[in-house]
């Protein structure tokens, strides 16, 4: 071999060792920058009330796992609770469902008197559930009336409720005058509501607007809920990238969750897409037969709890809205066209 091809050999050698080198070093480089991400996103969500749960006490639909894909249901929990516990009867009882590959979530409502069986309690309200045995019986209840998956909750007392709408910045609602009388009538701190109308609610106010129930039905309760939840959603869209390490860390001693760092991190990366959807609904409704009944001095919510199921993995797994339950694939497809039409009529119209 001549000393120009040794010398030529010897050169692609020290390249190929330069290349290896740089390559592991740029790896490394990478590795200790997403660990450093990683370890001030733990610091972020240090402040988090963490309870790990028993899955196999949950009663999970294991059907559900192929259907499910994408797909997350995560139980939502607002305890009637102002000592910054999380124990008490859940006054507001929310199945999110989180679909990371269309960047979609859909919020159901569960009527806290709900007529349903509690296992090892027999039939009764499902707000007594989370009381009876907190999270764990409170998510087996669900899962086991309605047919879910649900393995991972999160659970706030209004106190926090209130802090968490604080740092959103409050809510635009419209408010009656009747609204007015009981916001003030059950405010817990902070200023009166003086308008009506349309009006910014601070996190008290909001609170307590959300739990009003006395001038109209339960129904109504829990539309107010969504109604609150709505705008949080809304205004949470329109924060800045850059405030929310700060608010996370404001906001993570607020609640109670079992989801882990990483299960939050797939979470947050669907939140953070700017094409993130919300479509709501509720139990009971004007789609499913429902009566107000007496049984043994209590007053519930009764309706077919297994029709509801089906209403929900419908609303879920296909995309039926509750309005379209029951109906042909012909006669959602006109009902389709008609919505569309009409969307298409009130935007030419503004």
Known sequence: MSKKSKKQKGQKKSLKSLYIQTLLITLAILVTFLLVLYGVFVYFVGGLNRKQLDESKLSVNAGLAQESGKITNIALYGLDSRNHDYKGL????????????????????????????????????????????????????????????????????????????????????????????????????????????????????????????????????????????????????????????????????????????????????????????????????EYIESTGQTIGELWYYVYDVDQAAEMIHDFIYKDIPFSQYGMTEAEREAANAEQTQYDENAEQTQ
């Open 90 to 285: 859940s006054d507001v009882i929310m199945i999110a469902s989180i679909n990371s590959k269309t960047n979609n979530v859909k919020l159901i409502s569960i009527a806290r008197d709900t007529y349903v069986d509690v296992p090892g309690y027999g039939k009764t309200k499902i707000t007594h559930a989370y009381s009876y045995g907190g999270a764990e019986l409170a998510i087996q209840t669900l899962n086991e009336n309605f047919g879910l998956n649900i393995t991972d909750y999160v659970t706030a007392n209004f106190d926090s409720l209130a802090e968490v709408i604080d740092a959103v910045g409050g809510v635009d609602i419209e408010v009656s005058e009747a609204e007015r009388q009981q916001i003030n009538a059950y405010l817990l701190a902070g200023e009166p509501l003086r308008e009506t109308g349309m009006v910014h609610l601070n996190g008290p106010q909001a609170v307590s607007y959300a739990r009003i129930r006395k001038i109209d039905s339960d129904n109504m309760r829990t539309q107010r809920q969504r109604n609150v939840l709505e705008q949080v959603f809304q205004n949470a869209k329109t924060i800045s990238p850059l405030q929310y390490p700060a608010l996370v860390r404001q906001l993570t001693p607020l609640v109670e969750t079992s989801l882990s760092n990483e299960e939050i991190l797939q979470l947050l990366s669907v939140g953070m897409t700017s094409g993130l959807t919300l479509e709501q609904g509720a139990f009971p409704n």
